[in-house]
C-alpha cells in the first residue's frame, strides 16, 4: 500500500470516528429491508435520481406486496469536495442497518466509499465508476454495474477502424476518469498490429468546481496545433459543456472535424445543455453510451410508468446511468428477497470497525447472481466486474438527442447500422459523408523554415531581401508545398550559419537543428542528411533525393600514358595469358604428332606398321641419313593413304601461329584433323572470347571514365600510398559518418584527414592536384562546375538521405510527407536536379563523369576461367588416349600382334620409337638431296628376298633392339 493509501485511510478512519463519537447506533424499527443511496450535491443529475429513487422504491413494493420483501431506499447527500462530508455520510447509512449501498459517483469518489464499507462488508453498487484499479484486495464488496475502461476503449478502436481515421488526439480532464480512460486506450494502442494508429497529442485539463477557461483554452490550442482533425474527449459531462463551447469558438466545431464523446457524456448529456436548449455545433457529435435495450417489454413498461409519474421528465432524462441504477435496486431487491431467510440483520459498527456478519455472504450472492434488468442482461465476474460489455453507438442529432447508430459487444465486436458511406449518419456542421480524419491543408498556417547556404540546394540573391531572395532545390520544393498546402512561410537563417552538430560537453546542438529544438523554426528546409543522432533528437521527412560521400581528385591524363591499353589487366593476368598461349601451341603440336588421326601421326604410323620392302628401305634410310619419315613425297601401300587429305601439318609454328592469331579474332592455315586437337582449339577460343570481353569492357571503361594517372581505387587506397593528401569539412556530416562506421579503416582515413573550412576551399584543393576531398556527393558535383578532370575515386563510400527536419511529434510532418511523395512520383527532384547540377556530364566533356570505374582484372579476378582452361586440357589429354585406344581396336593383327592389348601395346612402342628417332634425333638433322629413296652402297642393314617377299634386318626405330620387317599384303 503507497503512503497516500495510508495517509487517506487513517483520515477515514479519524473522521468516522469524529462522527460517531458518543452517538448511540440507532438502527431503524420498520420491517423493510433498507438499501443505501449515497449521491453528491453537485450530481447533475440528483433531481432525475431522487425521482427514480421514489418511483422504484414505490414500483417494487407494490408489485411484491404480501410476498416478497419490501424495501426502503434511504438517500443521502454529501458534497464532493468534502470528504468528511462523505464519510459522515456513508457512516450514516451503515448505521440505519443498510444491506448495501448503491452509488452513482465516479470512480475516484468510489474508492473513498469502498474504503469505508469494504472493510464492513457491505456490498456496494457502483452505477458510474469505470476504473478496473479501484478493484483490490480491500474492496471485495465493490462491483460495478459500468463496463470497465478497456471496454470503452476497444469500442472506440473498433469505430476509428471502420471510418478509417488513424490519426487522433485524445484530450482528457486529469480526475481518475479521465486518466484511467486514456491509459486504457493507450495500452489498447501498444498492442494494436492489425492497423497503425499516431496519437497525435493527448493534452489533459484540471477538473475542477470552477471551470478555468484558461486551461481549457491552452488545451484547445494544443489540439489546433496538432492538426488534429478526429478528437476523443474524455471527461464528465460538466467539463464538456465549456470545453465544446470553447472548441466552436476556435472553429474546431466546424466540417472535417470529428469529436467523440465517451459514456460520461452520453449518460448525463443533459449537463450539455444551456438552460434546456442544445446549440447546433452539437450535433453531429459521435457517442459511446452503455446499452439500453428500448425494445424490450421490461424497458418500455419501466418507461411508460416512470414517464406518467414524473410527468416533467422528457424521454431523453432517461439516461443510461438513471436506468443502470434502477438495474442496480432491482438487483439489491432481489437477492435480499432470495437471502430473507438466511442472513442476519446488518449489525456492522463504523467507530469499532465491526463488520456484518453476512456481509460477504450477501455480496457474494450479488455477484453470482444474474439478471435480465431494464437495460440488458446482467451477469458479473467473481471480482464483481461486468462479464460482458455492451455499448451503443450513438450520434447527435436535432432538437437535442442521441440517437443509435450503431453497436459494439465484448463478444462480436462493432456493428453499425448504416455503411461507411451513408448519409444517414450526421457530422458536425451538418456534413453526411464521414471526414477523412486528418487535414488535407495548411490553410491560415505560417511555417518559420531554416535555410543556409548549401549550393545547389540553397543559395542566397545578392542584394535582396525577403522570402524570394533564395534560390535552389529546396526553395523551390517549399514553393510548390506552399501551393499545394495553401500556407505562407518565410526563411529564417541560423546565425552560425550551420546544419548543426552536438556539442556533448553543453549538450546542445547548433545551427539549423538547435533553432528548430529552440523553437525558433517550424521546419528545417535544407539537405538534412538523415542519421541515427539526429533523428534520437528530431523527427525527419520522407527522404526527397539520395546522396552518399564521394572522394574528388584531380585526373593526370594530360600527362599521356603511351601504355594504357594495358591497365584492363595485372601484369600478373599479362605474364599467364603469354604462358597459356605458349602451352596451348605446344599441346596442340604434341597432340598432332600422338594423335593417330593427326596429319604427322597418320603418316609417321603409316610408315612404322607398312609391311611392303619400300617402306622398309625407307625407315632404313631415314636411320642412315638422319630424315623424317613423312618428308618423303612418294609413298605406296598405307603411306599414301595416310596422306590422301593433304592437310598441311599442325607444326610447333603453324601451333603458335594459330593460338596466337585467336586473341585478334583471326584463324591460322593449318588447322587440327585429331578430336583431341580440336577440343583443345575449341576450348582455347572460348577461353579467348571470355577474356577478350573482359579486356574490351575494362578498357572502354578506363577510357571513359578517363582516369589515367590515378593510382586510387577506392577509399582505403588513401591509406596505403604517399602521393595524396585528403581532406573533409570540420564538424560536418561526413566527419560524423565516418567516425561512426564500424570499419575501423574509415576512422583511420578521419584520423589522417585535413580539416577544410569550406567546399569551396576543398575543391581549390583538388584543383591544385594530389589532393583528395572528401564530400557529400551534391556538394561536390556542383562546385566542380563542369571540370573534366576532376574524378570521383572508388563510387560513394556510404550512401545516406536528404529529408525536411521537423521537431518531434510536429503537427506539419504527415501532410509535408504526403505532398513530397507526390512531388518525387511526379519527378520534380529529377527536373530541378537538372537545372541546378554541374557535373561534367551536363556540361559535354567528352569522359563521363560518374561512378562507373575501371578496375585493373587481377589473377584472382580472372582464375575461374583459367581454370576452365586447365580443365579442357585435361579433357584434350583423355580424348587423345581413347584416340589411340579406338586406333589400336581398328588395326590389322599380324602374326604376333592378334590380340587387342598386343595391338595397342605396339602402338605405345612405335610412339616411343617416333619420340625418340624422329624428335629427339632429328635435332640436328641432315638435309637430303634425293627424296625418291635412293639406295645407299653403304648399307648398313641386309634385306633377304623369298618367295613371298623380302626381309630386312637392321638397327630398329628405338636403336635397341632388331625388328624384322615382311613383306604382305596390308
Known sequence: MSVLNVVRHILLF??????????????????????????????????????????????????????????????????????????????????????????????????????????????????????????????????????????????????????????????????????????????LLTLETSTKFSIKSSPFFKGN????????????????????????????????????????????????????????????????????????????????????????????????????????????????????????????????NDMRYSITPQTANCHQQQPWKSGKLFSSKLRSTPMNGITSFYNFTSEGLRSKAKYDIVNFIAPGQFVNIGRWT????????????????????????????????????????????????????????????????????IQELAASLNFTYEFIEPEDKLFGTYDKETERWSGLIGDLLSNRIDMIAMDLSVSFERKTYIDFSV?????????AVKGQSDKGNVFFF????????????????????????????????????????????????????????????????????????????????????????????????????????????????????FTWWFFVMLMTSLYTANLTAFITLDKIGIKLDNAKDLLSQNRYRWGLLNQSFVESLLNNNIDPEYKKILNGAEKISSIAEGVQRVRDGDFVFIDETPAISYHVMGECDIFYVGGEVQTFDYAFGFPK??????????????????????????????????????????????????????????LFLSIGIIISVILILLEIIIAAFRDEGDDDHQTFSSKLNKRFKLKIADIKTQWIRQSKRRPTTNKHFPISNQDNFKVAVSNNGYKSSGEDLIGSKKFEFKTGIV
Open 410 to 477: 465484448s463478444e462480436n465486436g462493432l456493428v453499425m447500422y448504416y455503411s461507411k458511406h451513408s448519409h444517414d449518419v450526421q457530422f458536425l456542421g451538418g456534413q453526411t459523408y464521414h471526414p477523412l480524419g486528418s487535414a488535407r491543408g495548411l490553410t491560415g498556417e505560417h511555417l518559420r523554415l531554416g535555410v543556409t547556404e548549401n549550393a545547389p540546394f540553397a543559395a542566397r540573391r545578392k542584394d535582396c531581401v525577403g522570402k524570394m531572395c533564395w534560390e535552389g532545390i529546396t526553395p523551390a520544393a
Open 809 to 866: 511529434n510536429s503537427p506539419y510532418t504527415v501532410l509535408i510527407n504526403t505532398h513530397l511523395i507526390k512531388l518525387r512520383e511526379h519527378g520534380f527532384f529529377d527536373e530541378i536536379w537538372k537545372k541546378w547540377d554541374k557535373t561534367p556530364d551536363h556540361e559535354g566533356c567528352i569522359s563521363s563523369n560518374n561512378n562507373s570505374k575501371g578496375v585493373t582484372l587481377t589473377l584472382t579476378n580472372v582464375q575461374g576461367i583459367f
Open 543 to 551: 527522404s526527397f533525393m539520395d546522396s552518399g560521400i564521394s572522394l
Open 209 to 336: 468546481t470552477e471551470i478555468d477557461k484558461t486551461d481549457i483554452l491552452n488545451t484547445l490550442k494544443i489540439l489546433k496545433n496538432s492538426l488534429t482533425r478526429v478528437i476523443i474527449l474524455i471527461c464528465e459531462g460538466k467539463y464538456a459543456k465549456a470545453l465544446l463551447e470553447e472548441a466552436n469558438n476556435m472553429d474546431m466545431m466546424s466540417p472535417g472535424y470529428v469529436w467523440i464523446v465517451t459514456d460520461a457524456i452520453t449518460s448525463n448529456f443533459q449537463a450539455l445543455a444551456f438552460d434546456n436548449y442544445f446549440p447546433a455545433y452539437y450535433e453531429g457529435l459521435i457517442g459511446i453510451s452503455p446499452l439500453i435495450n428500448t425494445k424490450s417489454t421490461d424497458y418500455k413498461a419501466f418507461k411508460g410508468k416512470f414517464l406518467m409519474k414524473e410527468q416533467s421528465l422528457r424521454p431523453e432524462s432517461l439516461s443510461a446511468h438513471v436506468t443502470l441504477t434502477y438495474d442496480a435496486i432491482q438487483l439489491v431487491k432481489n437477492v435480499l
Open 14 to 187: 479519524t473522521h468516522a470516528v469524529s462522527f460517531l463519537s458518543g452517538r448511540l447506533n440507532a438502527r431503524g424499527s420498520n420491517n423493510a429491508s433498507k438499501i443505501g443511496f449515497l449521491m453528491s450535491k453537485e450530481n447533475q443529475q440528483k433531481n432525475n435520481l431522487l425521482k427514480l429513487i421514489s418511483f422504484a422504491e414505490q414500483n417494487f413494493n407494490n408489485s411484491s406486496r404480501g410476498t416478497q420483501v419490501e424495501i426502503e431506499i434511504a438517500v443521502k447527500l454529501f458534497d464532493e469536495y468534502s470528504l468528511y462530508d462523505l464519510v459522515e455520510a456513508t457512516c450514516s447509512l451503515v448505521d440505519e442497518g443498510v444491506f448495501a449501498v448503491i452509488s452513482p459517483q465516479g470512480s475516484e469518489n468510489i474508492a473513498d466509499q469502498a474504503d469505508i464499507l469494504g472493510p464492513l462488508d457491505i456490498p456496494l453498487l457502483s452505477v458510474v465508476a469505470t476504473d478496473p484499479q479501484i478493484k483490490k484486495l480491500s474492496r471485495q464488496s465493490l462491483q460495478l454495474l459500468s463496463p470497465v475502461d478497456k471496454h470503452q476503449a476497444r469500442a472506440i478502436l473498433d469505430l476509428l477502424k471502420f471510418y478509417g481515421w488513424h490519426e487522433v488526439s485524445l484530450v482528457a480532464s486529469d480526475t481518475n476518469y479521465g486518466t484511467n480512460a486514456i491509459n486504457a486506450f493507450q495500452q
Open 566 to 681: 594495358l591497365s584492363p589487366f595485372s601484369s600478373s593476368v599479362w605474364i599467364m595469358v603469354i604462358v597459356s598461349i605458349v602451352m596451348v601451341s605446344l599441346i596442340q603440336s604434341l597432340f598432332n604428332r600422338l594423335s593417330p588421326s593427326g596429319e604427322y601421326g597418320r603418316i609417321v604410323h603409316a610408315m612404322q606398321v607398312c609391311q611392303c620392302a619400300e617402306c622398309a628401305t625407307r625407315r632404313e634410310i631415314t636411320i642412315q641419313e638422319n630424315v623424317r619419315l613423312k618428308d618423303y613425297e612418294d609413298a605406296e601401300c598405307l603411306v599414301d593413304k595416310a596422306k590422301e587429305f593433304n592437310k598441311e601439318d599442325m607444326s610447333l609454328f603453324n601451333a603458335v601461329w594459330i593460338v596466337g592469331a585467336g586473341f585478334v579474332g583471326q584463324a591460322g592455315e593449318a588447322m587440327p584433323t585429331s578430336s583431341s586437337g580440336r577440343f583443345v582449339l
